[in-house]
Structures are given as C-alpha cells and as structure tokens.
C-alpha cells in the first residue's frame, strides 16, 4: 500500500508539473504575441499621425513657383527665382509688371521709376522668442499680427512679415504694390502657405 500511495504521489507530482510547465509556456506564448501586437500597434500609429517634414532645407521647398504665381496672379509675366543662402536659407521671386513705382523730383518735375514686384523668404531653424524679439527689434513701424504662428509682426517700412512657428523663423518681404495694406495681405497669404508644411 505504501508503495501504492508513492507511486500515486509521484504521479500526481509529474501531473502538476507537466500542467504548470504547460500552462508556462502558454503564457509565454501569448506574452510574447503581446509584445508583437504592441509593437505594431505603435507602427501603425506612427503611420496614421504622420509627421511634417522633419527637414527643410531652403524655403523654396515651401513655397513653389506655382504658388507664387497663382497667389500673386502673375501668370503673363516671367519670373526669376533664385534659391541662394546668404547669412540663411532664401527664396526669391521677382517679376517685372509694373505695379512697384518710387517717384523722384529732379529739377522741379517729378519721375516715376517701376520695380521689379518681389516677394522674398528667408528661413532661420532652430528658433526661439529671444532670436525673433532680437530680429524684430529693428522695425521701426511693427504690427502685431495675432494667429499667425507662435508669433508674428509685421513692417510697414520694410515691408516685411516675421513669424515664429514651430521652430522656424522666417522674413517674409512682399513688395508687390504701392500699397501697404496690400503687401500686408499678401505677406500673411504666404505665411499661413508656410505654416500649412512646416
């Protein structure tokens, strides 16, 4: 009986065991399915939030010469572009129509000279408030422009919009009319266009 009761005992054992081993790997089997699941639950999310464009080199990449001529309806005139990096990262577009003039007295009649109409961008990365307050300190006419970016003022006197979003800064000069309101406008135009890709 005794041998009965050790054979018995011994089996129960083995049984216990042989389930546990078994009920281990079960659990490490779905655990690891976990680990898969969760690490294409975080691809698949990374997929349907993408993000913009992480690099932008040159402001030309946001603002095509086809929305230049479609913003500023210019589709009868040439227009020079020039994608240079001065101090930083500009994008020029110029384009003779005409609707830029100065004046000038000589000799007691007056002269109206055209100028090309022009629409300049240029980029700074890696900008913060202090670089935009330090930049903008200049303006000698500055407008705030509210819900434009993280921040953005405009000048009258150098035509110029300068905007802080998402860690851009960038100089929009639009000298498209003799008009102020005008240049504004277009300016603004420009850089909600930017703000929209960055």
């Not at 900008?127 to 303006?139: C, G, I, L, P």
């Not at 998402?166 to 639009?174: L, R």
Request: charged share 25%; with cysteine.
């Amino acid at each position: 009986m005794v041998k009965f009761l050790k054979k018995h005992k011994t089996k129960i054992v083995k049984t216990n065991l042989l389930i546990l081993l078994i009920s281990m790997m079960a659990f490490a089997c779905n655990s690891k399915d976990n680990k898969v699941d969760s690490a294409q639950n975080k691809i698949v999310a990374k997929n349907e939030n993408p993000i913009k464009k992480a690099v932008v080199d040159s402001p030309c990449e946001l603002v095509s010469l086809h929305e230049i001529k479609s913003m500023f309806a210019i589709e009868e005139y040439p227009i020079e572009l020039k994608d240079v990096v001065y101090t930083y990262p500009t994008c020029i577009y110029k384009w003779e129509d005409e609707k830029v003039t100065t004046s000038r007295s000589f000799g007691g009649q007056e002269f109206k000279t055209a100028k090309p109409s022009e629409v300049l961008v240029v980029m700074v990365k890696k900008a913060n408030e202090t670089m935009f307050k330090q930049s903008t300190s200049v303006y000698k006419q500055p407008q705030e422009i509210p819900n434009l970016g993280a921040l953005a003022v405009w000048d009258s006197r150098m035509s110029q919009l300068t905007f802080l979003s998402n860690h851009y800064m960038f100089h929009v000069h639009v000298k498209v009319s003799n008009d102020d309101h005008d240049n504004k406008q277009k300016a603004i135009a420009v850089a909600q266009l930017i703000i929209g890709k960055i």
